[in-house]
Antibody
């Protein structure tokens, strides 16, 4: 069974930094591109970032480009999102997602999400 | 970026009714790579439909998708109590991936 378990969320002041983690199991992690998707409270889904199976090919939404960095450790089956210079509009639940196959952008597996709150 | 618009914003229906949800893209969706997700309160989204019309694993056949280019539709043939939720469309043919704002299906 595929499992994605996010951690690292919390309350952080504007301008601060957080690193999110996503522990993956139940599939061959190193064979899949991975993504982060976020959802502000009461709002819709927003794609944030994706990374290639070997750690290359990172792509970001314009709203986080230059502030967020996605990475992965295939030996630990873990995906990361380093978030710097956080702003109030970064508040939300951050989901780790896996595509249906290799580099697919249709996400058939989602974690339970981790809540990031940016507030003073 | 390819902006997705969903209509209606809210659909109020009864169990057993047919639901028709619309998703319109500002640009043609490459390869018709259009997906639909269901999100129940307090839960992560669940993939229902990919590539416009293919059902994901374990999705009941009352869910169907169709469309091409810029106009897409999700149909739920007969609403079950567990189908009252928010539905999002997503295009993944071009970068960045984008989601629509969602359609809420409420119990009338």
């Amino acid at each position: 069974e595929v499992q994605l378990v996010e951690s690292g969320g919390g309350l952080i002041q504007p301008g601060g930094s957080l690193r999110l983690s996503c522990a993956a199991s139940g599939f061959n992690f190193r064979n899949y591109w991975m993504n982060w998707v976020r959802q502000a409270p009461g709002k819709g889904l927003v794609w944030v970032s994706r990374i290639g199976d070997d750690g290359s090919g990172a792509v970001y939404a314009d709203s986080v480009k230059g502030r967020f960095t996605v990475s992965r450790d295939n030996a630990k089956n873990t995906l990361y999102l380093q978030m710097n210079h956080l702003r109030a509009d970064d508040t939300g639940v951050y989901y780790c997602t896996k595509g249906q196959y290799f580099a697919s952008g249709s996400f058939n597996s989602w974690g339970q999400g981790t809540l990031v709150t940016v507030s003073s | 970026e390819n902006v997705l618009t969903q209509s209606p914003g809210t659909l109020s229906l009864s169990p057993g009714d047919r639901a028709t949800l619309s998703c319109r893209a500002s640009q043609s969706v490459i390869n018709n790579y259009l997906a639909w997700y269901q999100q129940r309160p307090g839960q992560a989204p669940r993939l229902l439909i990919y590539s416009t019309s293919s059902r994901a694993a374990d999705i009941p056949d009352r869910f169907s998708g169709r469309g091409s280019g810029t106009d897409f539709t999700l149909t739920i043939s007969r609403l079950e109590p567990e189908d009252f939720a928010v539905y999002y469309c997503q295009q993944y043919g071009g970068s960045p991936f984008t989601f629509g704002p969602g359609t809420r299906v409420d119990i009338k």
